[in-house]
């Protein structure tokens, strides 16, 4: 079934992510926390955005947004950038401490890439890649980051809040 081919590839990645991430714990003190792994994780899903889309992404308040990304400020994992066009704004974007951290999960990734790419044909990998961009692209509408932008937001406020 379909459904299980795809809670089996996420639940290896994901166990895959925290063996990596426990193993790096008992070496040195853990310094995330799970609410603030899951909000980098989603901060860096969002691109660059600024404290009040992270805050519409996660469905919290604007308080306590800003809570969650002080402690990731102060922890060396995200910066504030000055938004170019408006100084009023600033966005959120991971720091090279990130991206370390994050490097377990896309390391394994890459891994097995190169062994589908070993496993299947260049065509069959050109359909899969194909089937996984409709699939995150048209399929998983509740997940279109441009909702969560400014503009998202204002468009999404003004046709009723519908979804």
Same mark, same amino acid.
């Given at each position: ?6 809670? !089996?590839?996420?639940?290896?990645? =994901? ?5 990596? $991430?426990?193993? /790096?714990?008992?070496?040195? &003190? +853990? ?6 792994? %899951? ?5 860096? +899903?969002?691109?660059? @955005? *600024? $404290?009040?889309?992270? +805050? ?6 604007? @308080?306590?947004?800003?809570? /969650? $990304?002080? +402690?990731? #400020?102060?922890?060396? %994992? ?15 974007? @991971? *720091?090279? /401490?990130?991206?370390?951290?994050y490097e377990v999960s896309f390391r394994y990734v890459k891994k097995v890439e190169e062994r589908c790419k070993? =496993?299947? *044909? ?7 890649? &194909?089937?996984?961009? #409709?699939? *995150?692209?048209?399929?998983? @509408? &509740? ?8 503009? !998202? $937001?204002? =468009?999404?406020?003004? #046709?009723?809040? &519908?979804?």
């Amino acid at each position: 079934m379909f459904s299980d081919a795809i809670f !089996g590839l996420y639940d290896k990645f =994901r166990i895959y992510f925290y063996m990596q $991430v426990f193993a /790096k714990f008992e070496k040195r &003190e +853990a310094s995330l926390t799970t609410v603030e792994s %899951y909000s980098i994780e989603c901060i860096k +899903a969002l691109g660059e @955005p *600024t $404290v009040q889309e992270f +805050a519409i992404m996660m469905g919290i308040s604007a @308080p306590n947004a800003a809570y /969650k $990304v002080n +402690a990731l #400020i102060q922890k060396g %994992y995200i910066e504030k950038i000055q938004d170019e066009n408006d100084h009023r704004e600033f966005h959120l974007r @991971p *720091t090279k /401490k990130f991206w370390d951290y994050y490097e377990v999960s896309f390391r394994y990734v890459k891994k097995v890439e190169e062994r589908c790419k070993k =496993r299947f *044909t260049k065509e069959e990998m050109e359909k899969l890649e &194909e089937m996984i961009h #409709i699939i *995150t692209t048209e399929l998983m @509408p &509740e997940l279109d980051t441009a909702k969560f932008t400014k503009e !998202g $937001v204002e =468009r999404h406020i003004s #046709i009723g809040a &519908e979804d």
